[in-house]
């Protein structure tokens, strides 16, 4: 398989650095200087006109100079002069641009001239690059510097990706002064080309790296971003810590990058979807690292604290009430095993006070207790130096106890001179300790975090529901009779028109356009009645009078019209109004009100919101956002991070609501946001949810263009999971097989598969002797990014426990969008039955259906069957000209 883009990048065999200078106090200077400290093993060619020799080395007057294939060029020149170099780049056939120059985007249209001009002079010869407006990059391992930080790095398994050099400095001085080092740093700058996206792609496959920290002020590419962390994330730890949290940070932020800014819960419930984990200050960022990147898991976030001293166990409940990580109920058996080895005024509750005088026999025996508890997921024990503790001998007794545990231990001795000597006995056995007590619940909140996050990555929900299909069609010309009137919103009744469309119970209304029309409407459906004003404007009709519950009485209701359309046409003179709506009151003495709604986040598209509804919507402001495709688990995530789930649980004389009915609307909320672009936002308050069902009585739907258009679904920032793609095979000799995209769900079939693969078709499928496959690689393959990949899959047994996968046929997105790599493999006992060429043929019609122009693939040699199908299918084939035992094959689509 080809390098990846960046690999020149990250690890060049030759740099030129243009403006190299000999002045000290320059750019250019450092960044040479560096270069040559780290011990770059590889070419060095300085770069400039007016000088023969720079630091003992030659230099060059031009990159079309050096004579040699360069694979990175670094720029440290003024921005005028860089389009120009960058032609001589694209001359020269350079691996990679690192511009580490300002003067571009971020001080205005001529800049940003500029910088579209060397941005798309490297993309349209597919060289990567990075900046404008950066620090640079570091590869400890490669012995490369190519910054101009003062700071040493040295090698560690952490990367640092950073879009602020000043925090790229920081943070490698606090690093250099704590012993800790980078697997690499890089300094994005304006992400002008190279992005999040492209660089977590990259270190998600690096076996140098084990964790990730990221520090971002804004997203430009949203679908790559995400698709990037995704990839990222299912294999090791991603840190995340994002300034601009208030609006004073934001326009901050913009000035600094000149990107783009959306809403800072947006952008949460992407990190979560994604499977990172946020941090709030850069002081986390390490803590977070170290915790997540040992081996160290919990499977729930129920939280034990076992401590010495009252205070800092208070401490420690104060901040997981601040976190919502619950403390655990000890069992009823804990309780009397606790209170026959501890003294009997132990707390006999949370935290688990041992008191002052506490050994270590006592710190031992409490600690196995506790976590033989099974309503305990982890455990913080807490030391403080008093007169009568040996914090050491406290430490061995809690290594002792926590030896082979299954749950997650953490300690917290406090103090300096005195824990110094327990702190390194922690440390030696692999017990995470932190230096107080809200920093060890921190630990834990990582822990509990990323689980959480992870159970959300691993959801692939399909766009669309296979029980009652929306009448989608019926919905997109609701809304295209609105944008071709040039409104902005719909009307009451289109409102509710579309709710049904897509099957979501909604309380049946009809228009009346004058005050008689409303009392025959009235009387026809039965008193008492609701009465709405009916306005695409309004999309608060509280706010201006335009409602009125509980009308009784037919002689009312003209009376009630009147004083509803004098009300608005005082509070909002411009809205033009179509009527006014009637509907049966709704009498649910139990209903709680909730809101569904749909908004549109300018960097992220489409999101999910859901939170206390009625009047209380504003006053409470207890919402909560999830992106969509949305699934049931995700759909339960979403009630459960709410306030008003405590109030649809059930209380006191209340009954329970119908929560899986609320789980049903925000499907097809979901099913809303992935089929229509053009919804800018939708408002469904309040929905009436009780005992015996949920209600929407009242919508509000705003329509636009969408900022995003192409690709169905390109609107939004998750691809959903492929919907309609299943159709089955027959093999010759008869059998059928299920063929669809794979899921996640089929790591189980997918291991089975590889591993038994014989020797000879691991070996041509992975060009190399391959053993087992590896986790990594099993999240790599189930775990597919639809927008930019396919993987179809051909299964015996289909939805069965005994469903055994046949063969799979995947498609990769090469750099530049414009082409993809294929790969096959065919169970052995299923060679020559035509699987494999019908699955090429199919995959190459999605890769022709997804824009790709080229479909390509390395074959071994030797591999004559796969070459023979190759042919058939019209692939032309060349060796390859990096290895002669292989051949490339290429087919035009």
Same mark, same amino acid.
């Given at each position: 398989?080809?390098?990846?883009?960046?690999?020149? &990048?990250?690890?060049?065999?030759?740099?030129?650095?243009?403006?190299?200078?000999?002045?000290?106090?320059?750019?250019?200077?450092?960044?040479?200087?560096? /270069?040559?400290?780290?011990?770059?093993?590889?070419?060095?060619?300085?770069?400039?006109?007016?000088?023969?020799?720079?630091?003992?080395?030659?230099?060059?007057?031009?990159?079309?100079?050096?004579?040699?294939?360069?694979?990175?060029?670094?720029?440290?020149?003024?921005?005028? !002069?860089?389009?120009?170099?960058?032609?001589?780049?694209?001359?020269?056939?350079?691996?990679?641009?690192?511009? *580490?120059?300002?003067?571009?985007?971020?001080?205005?249209?001529?800049?940003?001239?500029?910088?579209?001009?060397?941005?798309?002079?490297?993309?349209?010869?597919?060289?990567?690059?990075?900046?404008?407006?950066?620090?640079?990059? &570091?590869?400890?391992?490669?012995?490369?510097?190519?910054?101009?930080?003062?700071?040493?790095?040295?090698?560690?398994?952490?990367?640092?990706?950073?879009?602020?050099?000043?925090?790229?400095?920081?943070?490698?001085?606090?690093?250099?002064?704590?012993?800790?080092?980078?697997?690499?740093?890089?300094?994005?700058?304006?992400?002008?080309?190279?992005?999040?996206?492209?660089?977590?792609?990259?270190?998600?496959?690096?076996?140098?790296?084990?964790?990730?920290?990221?520090?971002?002020?804004?997203?430009?590419?949203?679908?790559?971003?995400?698709?990037?962390?995704?990839?990222?994330?299912?294999?090791?730890?991603? *840190?995340?810590?994002?300034?601009?949290?208030?609006?004073?940070?934001?326009?901050?932020?913009?000035?600094?990058?000149?990107?783009?800014?959306?809403?800072?819960?947006?952008?949460?419930?992407?990190?979560?979807?994604?499977?990172?984990?946020?941090?709030?200050?850069?002081?986390?960022?390490?803590?977070?690292?170290? &915790?997540?990147?040992?081996?160290?898991?919990?499977?729930?976030?129920?939280?034990?604290? %076992?401590?010495?001293?009252?205070?800092?166990?208070?401490?420690?409940?104060?901040?997981?009430?601040?976190?919502?990580?619950?403390?655990?109920?000890?069992?009823?058996?804990?309780?009397?095993?606790?209170? =026959?080895?501890?003294?009997?005024?132990?707390?006999?509750?949370?935290?688990?006070?041992?008191?002052?005088?506490?050994?270590?026999?006592?710190?031992?025996?409490?600690?196995?207790?506790?976590?033989?508890?099974?309503?305990?997921?982890?455990?913080?024990?807490?030391?403080?130096?008093?007169?009568?503790?040996?914090?050491?001998?406290?430490?061995?007794?809690?290594?002792?106890? =926590?030896?082979?545990?299954?749950?997650?231990?953490?300690?917290?001795?406090?103090?300096?001179?005195?824990?110094?000597?327990?702190?390194?006995?922690?440390?030696?056995?692999?017990?995470?300790?932190?230096?107080?007590?809200?920093?060890?619940?921190?630990?834990?909140?990582?822990?509990?975090?990323?689980?959480?996050?992870?159970?959300?990555?691993?959801?692939?929900?399909?766009?669309?529901?296979?029980?009652?299909?929306?009448?989608?069609?019926? @919905?997109?010309? %609701?809304?295209?009779?609105?944008?071709?009137?040039?409104? !902005?919103?719909?009307?009451?009744?289109?409102?509710?028109?579309?709710?049904?469309?897509?099957?979501?119970?909604?309380?049946?209304?009809?228009?009346?356009?004058?005050?008689?029309?409303?009392?025959?409407?009235?009387?026809?459906?039965?008193?008492?009645?609701?009465?709405?004003?009916?306005?695409? $404007?309004?999309?608060?009709?509280?706010?201006?009078?335009?409602?009125?519950?509980?009308?009784?009485?037919?002689?009312?209701?003209? &009376?009630?019209?009147?004083?509803?359309? =004098?009300?608005? =046409?005082?509070?909002?003179?411009?809205?033009?109004?179509?009527?006014?709506?009637?509907?049966?009151? #709704?009498?649910?003495?139990?209903?709680?009100?909730?809101?569904?709604? *749909?908004?549109?986040?300018?960097?992220?598209?489409?999101?999910?919101?859901?939170?206390?509804?009625?009047?209380?919507?504003?006053?409470?402001?207890?919402?909560?956002?999830?992106?969509?495709?949305?699934?049931?688990?995700?759909?339960?995530?979403?009630?459960?991070?709410?306030?008003?789930?405590?109030?649809?649980?059930?209380?006191?004389?209340?009954?329970?609501?119908?929560?899986?009915?609320?789980?049903?609307?925000?499907?097809?909320?979901?099913?809303? #946001?992935?089929?229509?672009?053009? %919804?800018?936002?939708? /408002?469904?308050?309040?929905?009436? #949810?009780?005992?015996?069902?949920?209600?929407?009585?009242?919508?509000?739907?705003?329509?636009?263009?969408? @900022?995003?258009?192409?690709?169905?679904?390109?609107?939004?920032? *998750?691809?959903?999971?492929?919907?309609?793609?299943?159709?089955?095979?027959?093999?010759?000799?008869?059998?059928?097989?299920?063929?669809?995209?794979?899921?996640?769900?089929?790591?189980? %079939?997918?291991?089975?598969?590889?591993?038994?693969?014989?020797?000879?078709?691991?070996?041509?499928?992975?060009?190399?002797?391959?053993?087992?496959?590896?986790?990594?690689?099993?999240?790599?393959?189930?775990?597919?990014?639809?927008?930019?990949?396919? #993987?179809?899959?051909?299964?015996?047994?289909?939805?069965?426990?005994?469903?055994?996968?046949?063969?799979?046929?995947?498609?990769?997105?090469?750099?530049?969008?414009?082409?993809?790599?294929?790969?096959?493999?065919?169970? $052995?006992?299923?060679?020559?039955?035509?699987?494999?060429?019908?699955?090429?043929?199919?995959?190459?019609?999605?890769?022709?259906?997804?824009?790709?122009?080229?479909?390509?693939?390395?074959?071994?040699?030797?591999?004559?069957?796969?070459?023979?199908?190759?042919?058939?299918?019209?692939?032309?084939?060349?060796?390859?000209?990096?290895?002669?035992?292989?051949?490339?094959?290429?087919?035009?689509?």
């Amino acid at each position: 398989m080809r390098p990846h883009r960046l690999h020149r &990048i990250f690890e060049p065999r030759s740099v030129a650095l243009i403006g190299a200078s000999p002045r000290e106090n320059s750019v250019g200077y450092q960044v040479l200087r560096n /270069i040559l400290d780290a011990g770059f093993s590889g070419a060095v060619y300085p770069v400039n006109r007016n000088h023969e020799s720079i630091l003992d080395r030659q230099c060059y007057p031009s990159i079309r100079d050096v004579g040699e294939p360069v694979d990175l060029v670094v720029m440290a020149i003024p921005a005028q !002069r860089i389009p120009e170099v960058m032609r001589e780049c694209v001359d020269s056939r350079v691996g990679g641009v690192v511009v *580490i120059s300002a003067g571009f985007g971020e001080v205005g249209p001529f800049g940003q001239q500029l910088q579209d001009e060397i941005v798309a002079l490297a993309r349209g010869a597919d060289i990567p690059l990075v900046g404008p407006n950066c620090l640079g990059v &570091i590869r400890p391992t490669a012995g490369l510097n190519a910054t101009f930080a003062h700071s040493g790095v040295r090698p560690g398994q952490v990367a640092l990706v950073s879009q602020s050099g000043a925090f790229c400095t920081a943070l490698m001085d606090a690093a250099e002064s704590g012993g800790r080092g980078f697997s690499a740093v890089a300094s994005l700058g304006a992400t002008a080309d190279v992005g999040f996206g492209q660089v977590l792609d990259y270190l998600s496959v690096d076996a140098r790296t084990r964790s990730i920290l990221l520090y971002i002020e804004g997203i430009s590419d949203p679908r790559a971003f995400l698709s990037g962390l995704r990839a990222a994330a299912r294999l090791k730890p991603v *840190i995340v810590v994002k300034p601009g949290r208030h609006e004073a940070g934001r326009r901050a932020a913009v000035t600094h990058t000149g990107g783009h800014f959306g809403s800072d819960e947006v952008f949460n419930a992407a990190l979560e979807r994604a499977g990172a984990v946020r941090v709030l200050t850069a002081n986390e960022l390490f803590a977070a690292a170290n &915790i997540l990147s040992s081996k160290v898991r919990v499977t729930g976030r129920r939280l034990a604290i %076992i401590t010495n001293g009252g205070g800092p166990g208070v401490m420690a409940a104060d901040r997981a009430d601040e976190l919502d990580v619950p403390l655990a109920t000890l069992s009823a058996e804990s309780i009397d095993a606790l209170s =026959a080895v501890l003294p009997a005024h132990w707390s006999h509750t949370h935290p688990i006070d041992l008191l002052g005088d506490a050994d270590s026999a006592r710190y031992e025996q409490a600690v196995r207790i506790v976590l033989a508890d099974r309503n305990v997921d982890g455990l913080l024990v807490l030391l403080t130096p008093q007169g009568m503790t040996e914090p050491t001998a406290c430490a061995e007794g809690l290594v002792e106890a =926590a030896r082979g545990a299954r749950k997650p231990v953490l300690a917290c001795w406090l103090g300096q001179n005195q824990v110094r000597e327990g702190r390194a006995r922690l440390e030696a056995a692999g017990i995470p300790h932190f230096n107080s007590p809200e920093a060890g619940v921190n630990g834990f909140g990582y822990l509990a975090a990323y689980r959480r996050n992870q159970d959300k990555l691993m959801q692939a929900p399909p766009p669309l529901s296979s029980h009652r299909p929306p009448r989608v069609q019926a @919905a997109r010309a %609701i809304l295209g009779t609105a944008m071709a009137e040039s409104r !902005r919103a719909l009307d009451g009744v289109e409102a509710r028109e579309l709710l049904a469309a897509f099957h979501i119970p909604v309380a049946t209304c009809v228009n009346a356009r004058d005050p008689e029309q409303a009392r025959a409407e009235a009387e026809a459906m039965g008193l008492p009645v609701v009465m709405k004003i009916n306005s695409p $404007d309004i999309s608060h009709k509280s706010d201006v009078g335009g409602v009125r519950l509980n009308v009784r009485e037919a002689a009312s209701v003209p &009376i009630v019209y009147r004083e509803i359309v =004098a009300a608005v =046409a005082a509070g909002a003179p411009a809205a033009r109004i179509r009527g006014v709506t009637l509907e049966r009151m #709704a009498e649910r003495p139990h209903a709680r009100e909730v809101v569904v709604g *749909i908004d549109r986040d300018p960097v992220f598209g489409p999101v999910i919101r859901f939170g206390t509804g009625g009047m209380a919507m504003d006053i409470y402001a207890d919402t909560q956002v999830a992106l969509p495709p949305l699934n049931v688990f995700l759909c339960e995530d979403l009630i459960h991070r709410t306030r008003a789930n405590r109030a649809l649980r059930g209380f006191r004389h209340l009954p329970g609501a119908d929560v899986q009915g609320l789980v049903d609307i925000l499907m097809r909320a979901s099913e809303m #946001a992935c089929e229509l672009p053009e %919804i800018e936002q939708l /408002i469904i308050n309040p929905v009436l #949810a009780d005992e015996h069902g949920v209600l929407a009585v009242d919508a509000w739907v705003a329509v636009s263009a969408p @900022a995003r258009t192409g690709a169905r679904y390109a609107h939004m920032a *998750i691809h959903p999971y492929p919907p309609g793609l299943e159709y089955s095979l027959n093999t010759r000799d008869g059998r059928p097989l299920s063929v669809r995209p794979i899921r996640p769900e089929d790591a189980a %079939i997918e291991q089975r598969f590889v591993d038994g693969l014989s020797p000879q078709s691991k070996y041509f499928r992975f060009m190399y002797g391959m053993g087992h496959i590896t986790p990594a690689m099993l999240a790599r393959f189930t775990q597919i990014d639809y927008d930019r990949e396919m #993987a179809l899959v051909a299964v015996d047994g289909d939805g069965t426990a005994e469903a055994s996968l046949k063969a799979v046929a995947r498609y990769v997105a090469n750099p530049g969008g414009d082409s993809c790599e294929f790969a096959l493999a065919v169970a $052995d006992e299923m060679q020559r039955q035509g699987i494999g060429s019908q699955l090429m043929q199919r995959l190459m019609a999605l890769a022709r259906e997804h824009g790709f122009r080229e479909i390509e693939g390395e074959v071994l040699a030797e591999n004559a069957k796969m070459l023979q199908l190759c042919r058939r299918l019209g692939f032309s084939i060349h060796r390859s000209a990096q290895d002669a035992e292989v051949m490339a094959v290429r087919r035009a689509l």
